[in-house]
């Protein structure tokens, strides 16, 4: 009874684990994303206009 358990729970895991990674992968590449990842891809440059001091402390 335990090796059966055992077994259908390895492969059911498996088959969960796999229809994650299609959902991640799906997600990630579904239409009409573009424009959100460039938006986040740019977001560190966002704040380039802000002074930055010097050494000697100075803006």
Known sequence: ???LLR???DSWFMLMM???FIGTIIFAFR???KESYDRLR???LQDD???IEDESGEK
């Open 42 to 44: 740019n977001l560190p």
């Open 18 to 20: 796999f229809a994650f």
């Open 1 to 3: 009874m335990y090796s």
């Open 49 to 51: 206009d802000i002074l």
């Open 31 to 33: 239409p009409g994303t």
């Open 7 to 9: 077994e259908l729970a």
